[in-house]
């Protein structure tokens, strides 16, 4: 199953077998069977960009592979890395950015692997340098108009990481304006404005360490 978000709601692209079994949270939802053409993918990316009114749309097929890379050739795809980042009080680094609290990420540059670029990405938009990269835990799928009016699709891969680091000095170019290491009982007692992949992110990672 691929779960992207376009225009902050999840679209769902399943197995046909596997459709009866997904479970969504929400009453306003679209379920459709795939019938094949690009031009039906076209209809509901277009329905996602122009408005939020609904809670997911889910699309399956008999073929899943095949409905995705007819989504995929629709984008120009764009691969980035970031981490969940712990301290030795098993706190986790967040940044506020654009009005939003994120999770450190970036592009992958060319010739770069992905733990590499994750590394980099945390220490430039936190200041944090003493990384230890430990598991994989999720990749994410996100969509963006670029400035030229182009469809992207962001894929992000995400690790868990350790640091003994506590000073933090955000990256101002990168409109960051804030990074905090946070206990995420806390954190979530509060409403946030947090995007939808990065709280995905933050329930496999209290899965993965529970």
């Given at each position: 199953?691929?779960?992207?978000?376009?225009?902050?709601?999840?679209?769902?692209?399943?197995?046909?077998?596997?459709?009866?079994?997904?479970?969504?949270?929400?009453?306003?939802?679209?379920?459709?069977?795939?019938?094949?053409?690009?031009?039906?993918?076209?209809?509901?990316?277009?329905l996602l960009e122009k408005n939020t009114s609904f809670d997911a749309i889910v699309l399956h097929s008999p073929d899943l592979e095949k409905m995705?890379?007819?989504f995929h050739s629709i984008y120009k795809t764009i691969e980035a890395a970031g981490g969940v980042v712990k301290n030795e009080k098993e706190e986790?680094?967040?940044?506020?950015?654009?009005?939003?609290?994120?999770?450190?990420?970036?592009?992958?540059?060319?010739?770069?692997?992905?733990?590499?670029?994750?590394?980099?990405?945390?220490?430039?938009?936190?200041?944090?340098?003493?990384?230890?990269?430990?598991?994989?835990?999720?990749?994410?799928?996100?969509?963006?108009?670029?400035?030229?009016?182009?469809?992207?699709?962001?894929?992000?891969?995400?690790?868990?990481?350790?640091?003994?680091?506590?000073?933090?000095?955000?990256?101002?170019?990168?409109?960051?304006?804030?990074?905090?290491?946070?206990?995420?009982?806390?954190?979530?007692?509060?409403?946030?404005?947090?995007?939808?992949?990065?709280?995905?992110?933050?329930?496999?990672?209290?899965?993965?360490?529970?």
């Amino acid at each position: 199953m691929y779960k992207i978000y376009i225009n902050g709601t999840p679209l769902f692209l399943t197995s046909t077998k596997d459709f009866p079994s997904l479970k969504l949270e929400g009453e306003n939802f679209i379920k459709m069977k795939y019938v094949g053409k690009k031009k039906f993918l076209h209809n509901y990316i277009d329905l996602l960009e122009k408005n939020t009114s609904f809670d997911a749309i889910v699309l399956h097929s008999p073929d899943l592979e095949k409905m995705w890379d007819h989504f995929h050739s629709i984008y120009k795809t764009i691969e980035a890395a970031g981490g969940v980042v712990k301290n030795e009080k098993e706190e986790v680094l967040m940044i506020y950015r654009l009005g939003f609290w994120d999770l450190p990420k970036g592009k992958i540059e060319k010739g770069e692997s992905k733990e590499a670029a994750a590394i980099r990405e945390v220490q430039e938009e936190t200041g944090v340098q003493n990384v230890d990269l430990q598991d994989f835990i999720h990749t994410t799928y996100h969509t963006y108009l670029s400035k030229k009016g182009k469809r992207i699709l962001k894929v992000s891969y995400w690790y868990i990481m350790k640091t003994t680091d506590s000073d933090l000095t955000p990256q101002g170019e990168e409109g960051i304006e804030k990074a905090v290491f946070t206990n995420l009982e806390s954190f979530f007692s509060q409403p946030r404005k947090i995007y939808g992949n990065i709280l995905d992110v933050v329930e496999k990672y209290r899965a993965f360490i529970s």
